[in-house]
């Protein structure tokens, strides 16, 4: 079974901070995804990778940023928090786009 | 651009009854189409996906979708909900040929009560 392992479930930050959340899946998988869920919004796509080194913005990157040095971690790095980016975040992981997106268990996030 | 609708945010129904949740799609492609559930406090959790061949497709829990093109439609049932089907169900498409990015809609939250 695909395991993505998300860092943190909870984690408390403050406005200004730099925070990072860590995700690591164990299947050898091309494609990783950084989501954010908010309540009647769904989930929003904010950066994505296919390959080590390579990235691509998502609907809303601002704010973000992303680091995928090796192939099994994507990183979410939110260079300055700010109290709008208190949401849930969701790692997935992928091997090709016909097959289901593999998703980690959240880490719920505020900032304070 | 895909995009998905979800008809309903909120479905009540109670224990042993059928359920329908809708979801309609846009898109100017042939697309590969996914239900996921979410329960309190997780990720997500794939239900069932449409990849090709049979519209009917059966998922995970009882739960199945049918596809019809004509309407661009994926909606998913199941004949007899129980308590444990409480959660959250979101539709995704992805194009076929295209990113690996899937747009999903805004979610339908499932409240089976006694």
């Known amino acids: 079974d695909v395991k993505v392992t998300q860092s943190s479930r909870y984690l408390v930050k403050r406005t200004g901070e730099k925070v990072f959340l860590e995700c690591v899946q164990d299947m050898d998988h091309e494609n990783m995804f950084w989501y954010r869920q908010d309540p009647g919004l769904g989930l929003r796509l904010i950066y994505f990778?296919?390959?080590?080194?390579?990235?691509e913005k998502g609907d809303i990157p601002e704010g973000y940023s992303v680091s995928r040095e090796k192939k099994e971690r994507f990183s979410l790095i939110l260079e300055s928090a700010s109290t709008n980016q208190t949401s849930m975040y969701l790692c997935?992981?992928?091997?090709?786009?016909?097959?289901?997106?593999?998703f980690g268990d959240g880490t719920r996030l505020s900032i304070l | 651009a895909q995009s998905v609708t979800q008809l309903d945010s909120q479905v009540p129904v109670f224990e042993e009854a059928p359920v329908e949740l809708r979801c309609n799609y846009s898109s100017s492609v042939s697309v590969y189409l996914f239900w996921y559930v979410q329960y309190p406090n997780q990720g997500l959790q794939l239900l069932l996906k449409?990849?090709?061949?049979?519209?009917l497709v059966k998922g995970i829990n009882g739960f199945e979708a049918e596809f019809n093109k004509s309407q661009t439609s994926f909606h998913l049932r199941k004949p007899s909900v129980h308590i444990s089907d409480t959660a959250e169900y979101f539709c995704a498409v992805n194009p076929q040929g295209g990113s690996e990015k899937l747009v999903f809609g805004k979610g339908t939250k499932l409240t089976v009560n006694p």
């Open positions: 997935a992981s992928t091997i090709f786009s016909n097959q289901p997106q593999h």
């Open positions: 990778s296919y390959d080590v080194k390579m990235k």
């Open positions: 449409y990849l090709s061949g049979s519209t």
